[in-house]
């Protein structure tokens, strides 16, 4: 991770300073104090610059400014749009712009001297921008070997006279992008290296030193246990299934019964899906690696919560297993009984997330007795059809949860859509020979017959749901703090939506 430091003086000479300029060269006071030993060359060379304006994500470098006392100037603008007051969003967007004109003009560090527009809170602004720019930096370079490797920044100095307590708001920012980065390293990883027993290693590994609980249940134990829906899916690989069971206990010891139920969370984890015997075409395939997303981002989430120290008990839940087709993988007509008792007429093995998330969800009712539980899933491909690659849908069996998912999405701008749930959609589900069918009729809404299929493993009094990613969980297109490729769509909303609502005081 970019390495940033909070310092009340710069650090040492630095080669490259970056300055905050509003309309018109309008600076702050530590880029009027330099502009003024500069002799005014620094606001001459801004006014000049046609394509700057000031406008927060602008940036301008400024090369072989006398007396400077560096060697490049980037000038980064501070206007927001329309009036409104920089929210935390756009500063962490700033950030990300430093970030990409560092890296644009080939220089490998910085010191940042912070000056915060009118009425924002200087510490709370250096936050966002190191946040911002540590977001920016992250790249998936593992596998390249040759010179093209992705170049990373060394260092960002943050210069502030309040460095304390900018470094005191950054610090759970940094366990967030932690988390979150684990949810892109594991999404972004290639299905021949990560599957269900190498996935549930690696869980073991990063969550384990943090002071998480992991088991992690083999598929011996899980046929064992009855979990016949889930072992349905993982049966056509020769790598069998795993499920990983995350505990982490952060509720105070003072905190009452009610507030220690632990709040869960299940993931999706469908290291590749061929579609089964109901075999995907070929063209696009590749993107069935991040099936395993939902998976990802649960344990990115455990570890940001757990690296920051959230006061709450949590459960986090993953199923995995590779959907593959083979002379041992299921048939469509095949009968399946979940853990749940409940029996499964698998119409189309394609649709293998639900049953996955079925033996998952009961599990972690039956054990845990949570007081919520919400699921991520790349569940269906209808659901992009429906939101794009813009909302997340919420289905949902509690109005208030689904709400608070809608306005922490929005604040995050990791948006949700409330999707409807109706009888007409669970009755869609029952099969004639079974309890129910793994896909609904042909008549469309195929988010909310997988989301009905989830319901019917939800007991009476759990407050519930379920998010349907397939549409975020990868991103064709680069956002300034979201790069191209595995999104992490999810970490950063749920670990809000928990500081928000179920951390004690
Ligand atoms: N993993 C897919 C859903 C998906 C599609 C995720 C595209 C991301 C991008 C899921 O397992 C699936 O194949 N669902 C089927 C369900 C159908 C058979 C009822 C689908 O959406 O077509
Ligand atoms: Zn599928
Ligand atoms: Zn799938």
Not at 13 to 19: H, P, S, Y
Not at 456 to 485: C, N, Q, Y
Request: net charge positive.
């Amino acid at each position: 991770m970019l390495k940033t430091g909070f310092h009340t003086a710069v650090p040492k000479k630095a080669a490259v300073l970056a300055i905050f300029s509003g309309k018109k060269a309008k600076l702050g006071n530590k880029a009027a104090e330099l502009d003024k030993k500069t002799g005014g060359a620094i606001a001459a060379a801004i006014k000049a610059a046609k394509s700057f304006d000031g406008k927060c994500c602008q940036s301008l470098v400024l090369s072989g400014i006398k007396n400077s006392g560096a060697d490049q100037i980037i000038v980064l603008g501070t206007e927001a749009k329309d009036k409104e007051k920089l929210c935390p969003m756009k500063i962490e967007e700033s950030g990300a712009t430093l970030v990409k004109a560092l890296k644009a003009a080939k220089l490998e560090e910085a010191a940042v001297l912070t000056d915060a527009p009118d009425g924002i809170d200087v510490a709370e602004f250096a936050a966002h921008l190191a946040y911002g720019a540590v977001l920016q930096d992250y790249t998936f370079g593992i596998y390249k070997k040759k010179k093209d490797a992705p170049k990373k920044l060394k260092a960002l100095d943050i210069v502030l006279a309040n460095a304390a307590e900018a470094k005191k708001l950054f610090a759970p920012l940094e366990k967030i992008a932690a988390g979150g980065f684990l949810t892109r390293d594991l999404v972004s990883e290639p299905p021949n290296v990560l599957y269900p027993e190498s996935f549930a290693a690696r869980a073991k590994k990063e969550l384990t030193p943090l002071g998480i609980k992991v088991q992690i249940l083999t598929d011996k134990q899980m046929e064992k246990m009855g979990m016949g829906a889930l072992m349905s899916v993982g049966k056509g690989s020769a790598r069998p299934p795993r499920m990983v069971i995350m505990q982490y206990d952060g509720a105070p010891k003072s905190a009452s019964a009610a507030a220690k139920k632990p709040v869960a969370f299940v993931g999706k984890g469908i290291t590749f899906d061929t579609g089964g015997i109901s075999l995907k075409p070929g063209p696009g395939m590749e993107d069935m690696k991040w099936d395993m997303a939902g998976a990802g981002v649960v344990t990115g989430l455990m570890k940001a919560l757990a690296g920051r120290k959230a006061k709450l008990n949590a459960v986090g839940i993953i199923a995995l297993a590779e959907n593959m087709p083979s002379d041992r993988a299921s048939r469509p007509s095949d009968v399946v009984t979940s853990l749940s008792g409940q029996t499964v007429e698998i119409l189309n093995t394609d649709a293998e997330g639900r049953l996955v998330l079925a033996d998952a969800l009961w599990h972690v009712q039956e054990k845990f007795k949570p007081k919520t539980v919400i699921d991520l899933a790349t569940l269906t491909g209808a659901i992009i059809i429906a939101l794009g690659n813009e909302y997340a849908g919420v289905f949902s069996n509690d109005e208030e949860l689904s709400a608070r998912l809608v306005e922490t999405g929005a604040e995050l701008k990791e948006k949700t859509w409330h999707m409807p749930m109706c009888k007409a959609w669970d009755k869609a589900i029952d099969s004639d020979i079974a309890d129910m069918k793994n896909i609904g009729g042909d008549r469309g809404a195929g988010s909310a017959t997988a989301a009905a299929f989830l319901a019917r493993f939800i007991k009476d009094g759990t407050s519930w749901a379920h998010l349907d990613i397939a549409g975020m969980a990868w991103s064709k297109k680069e956002r300034l703090t979201v790069p191209k490729g595995a999104t992490a769509f999810g970490v950063r909303l749920l670990d809000r939506l928990v500081a928000k609502h179920y951390e004690s005081k």
